[in-house]
Antibody
Framework: EVQLVQSGAEVKKPGESLRISCKGSGYSFTSYWISWVRQMPGKGLEWMGRIDPSDSYTNYSPSFQGHVTISADKSISTAYLQWSSLKASDTAMYYC????????????WGKGTTVTVSS | QSALTQPRSVSGSPGQSVTISCTGTSSDVGGYNYVSWYQQHPGKAPKLMIYDVSKRPSGVPDRFSGSKSGNTASLTISGLQAEDEADYYCCSYAGSYFWVFGGGTKLTVL
């Protein structure tokens, strides 16, 4: 079964760093891009950026460029989303999603990781 | 890139049809035949319902259909069922490996 398994919920303080993960299984991890999508409480989906796990090439939405880092470790079929200094406004659900073989849509989604940033 | 524009809410009775619009620009919806639609039930991850404007993944009922005209894409759900009540999001490729979502539409089945 093709699936993306995300790491568990996190509770952090402002200014702390954080890395959440997304492990792919049931398919060739390096053959499909991974995107990260944010959903703030009660709000809609926002595309953050994507990575090609085969070469770790990334690109980011202008709204998120410089605020987060997307990376991948193909040896363990895992993509990451990380922050160096969290803000309260980073409180949200974060989904990873696999792009289809044709690239242009996201066909498999993880269950999401809740990140809460509060002092 | 700005978010695509969707109506905040739509509603319909069981058995009826509803259409959700998704308006973008010539740089996204109008420029590519790469619009996809996602269904999200409360507390759940999004689920792909339509891709490449009008194609349905295996397992998605044929009550769901998609179309596009100019800068506006549409999702039509016919024969509404109670389980169709959810949030729906459109998403478009915007070139140069960028994607943009719509603001989402809450579908209520009366």
């Amino acid at each position: 079964e093709v699936q993306l398994v995300q790491s568990g919920a996190e509770v952090k303080k402002p200014g702390e760093s954080l890395r959440i993960s997304c492990k792919g299984s049931g398919y060739s991890f390096t053959s499909y891009w991974i995107s990260w999508v944010r959903q703030m409480p009660g709000k809609g989906l926002e595309w953050m950026g994507r990575i090609d796990p085969s070469d770790s090439y990334t690109n980011y939405s202008p709204s998120f460029q410089g605020h987060v880092t997307i990376s991948a470790d193909k040896s363990i079929s895992t993509a990451y989303l990380q922050w160096s200094s969290l803000k309260a406004s980073d409180t949200a659900m974060y989904y990873c999603a696999r792009h289809s073989s044709g690239y242009y849509y996201m066909d498999v989604w993880g269950k999401g990781t809740t990140v809460t940033v509060s002092s | 890139q700005s978010a695509l524009t969707q109506p905040r809410s739509v509603s319909g009775s069981p058995g009826q049809s509803v259409t959700i619009s998704c308006t973008g620009t010539s740089s996204d919806v109008g420029g590519y035949n790469y619009v996809s639609w996602y269904q999200q039930h409360p507390g759940k991850a999004p689920k792909l319902m339509i891709y490449d404007v009008s194609k349905r993944p295996s397992g998605v009922p044929d009550r769901f259909s998609g179309s596009k005209s100019g800068n506006t894409a549409s999702l039509t759900i016919s024969g509404l069922q109670a389980e169709d009540e959810a949030d729906y999001y459109c998403c478009s490729y915007a070139g140069s490996y960028f994607w943009v979502f719509g603001g989402g539409t809450k579908l209520t089945v009366l």
